[in-house]
């Protein structure tokens, strides 16, 4: 194709499923064509693992597929090396790091436990101001939520799969430390990919190292904790509490035993909601369409070998 005579020809998969994503391709210079036309794909559904496959298997020789989430763990059994895979990591970084921080307040300030009240009641809760916070995961969320942390002034450890030095952090470890560095904290934060090695990151062992006041908010995927023990930390009152938008299993049935615990606040995973992450989504297809005409790299891409 020449680039500067011819519009990128895209498929946008499962058709007729997202408009916007096809006003998105063309904002930014392709041509939305039929499947067998096409020379890339743009994916809208987050978990049609099989009918992806079906999609590649028709037409095994595009060159990229965009993804529409930044968790991809539904679809990881279709990526290969012989084409661009991206997603939407780091799309929807800015509103799941501010439901991270409104989560972080309501838990450690007591303001879901006052809200449950029919009467006045002594005070509780813990500050976030100046607080030790551990963040488990190193991508774009935890660097917006970094951003927003920084006016509470809080001594922050980040834990991740290398142990780069991140700014704005006192220390960066790898997960072989993590109960040791939870044992001091008054706040942990989940916002990590799920992989088989995240799987159940967070179980009895780590929750029993937390301090008893401190807060679990779970912003990434509810399969990172093993939810038998977190029922128990909480139940016991070994911990603080939790706040999760994200839930193992998902969505929580309503006799869980987590629904009335009252340390423990749950959101309908909505730290991104579908209102706020379709121009997000549109802004990096627009993107990511506009760098393949011009042959630059392309934003959100894939570690195949990863799985994210």
Known sequence: MDAANMAPKIAVEP?????????????????????????????????????????????????WVQLPFAGIEPLVGQLDHERIWTCGKGVYAEPVAEHALGLALAGMRHLAGYARQKTWTAPAG??????????????????????????????????????????????????????????????????????????????????AAMPQHAWLVNVARGGHIVTDDLVAACSQGSIGGAALDVTDPEPLPAAHPLWSLPNVIITPHIANTPEMGRPLLAARVTENVRRWAAREPLEGLVDVDLGY
């Open 126 to 207: 813990v500050n976030l101001l100046g607080a030790r916070v551990v963040i488990v995961g190193g991508g774009e969320i935890t660097r917006s939520l970094l951003r927003l942390l920084g006016p509470f002034n809080c001594n922050i450890t980040v834990v991740r799969r290398s142990a780069q030095d991140i700014p704005g952090v006192s220390r960066v470890v790898t997960s072989d430390a993590l109960i040791e560095v939870v044992a001091d904290a008054d706040l942990v934060v989940l916002t990590l990919a799920l992989t088989p090695q995240t799987v159940g990151i967070i179980d009895a062992s780590v929750l």
């Open 15 to 63: 058709a007729g499923s997202s408009d916007h994503l096809a006003a998105a391709v063309r904002a930014g210079g392709g041509e939305v064509v039929a499947l067998a036309d096409a020379e890339a794909l743009v994916w809208t559904d987050a978990r049609g693992s099989l009918a992806l496959g079906a999609a590649l298997s028709a037409r095994p020789d595009l060159a």
